[in-house]
């Protein structure tokens, strides 16, 4: 049974930097898979935060453009996201998330927060 396990959220200043990344169990993060980040607020929907293709290609939401990076390791089945001058509106539970053959597969989050 595949898992995602997430790691790396918490609590950090506006400003500040977190680092969350997601390892897979099996080899679910093959050349047909698009995995990726999503995040919830409280009371909102869930949205995509950014996803990246087996061929390197990356696709963000407009407000974490420039401030928010991911990056892939197909090799070590890990995905990460490099959040950069976090905002208070970043605060939301982040999914890991693979879609390979349309079949969609998810962590069970972690939350981040940014809070003087």
């Known amino acids: 049974q595949v898992q995602l396990v997430e790691s790396g959220g918490g609590l950090v200043q506006p400003g500040g930097s977190l680092r969350p990344s997601c390892a897979a169990s099996?080899?679910?993060?093959?050349?047909?898979?698009?995995v990726g980040w999503y995040r919830q607020a409280p009371g909102k929907q869930r949205e995509l935060v950014a996803d990246?293709?087996?061929?390197?290609?990356?696709n963000y939401v407009d407000s974490v453009k420039g401030r928010f990076t991911i990056s892939r390791d197909s090799a070590k089945n890990t995905v990460t996201l490099q959040m950069n001058s976090l905002k208070p509106e970043d605060t939301a539970v982040y999914y890991c998330h693979v879609n390979r053959f349309n079949i969609h597969y998810w962590g069970q989050g972690t939350q981040v927060t940014v809070s003087s």
């Open positions: 990246i293709t087996s061929g390197g290609t990356t």
């Open positions: 099996g080899s679910i993060f093959s050349m047909y898979a698009i």
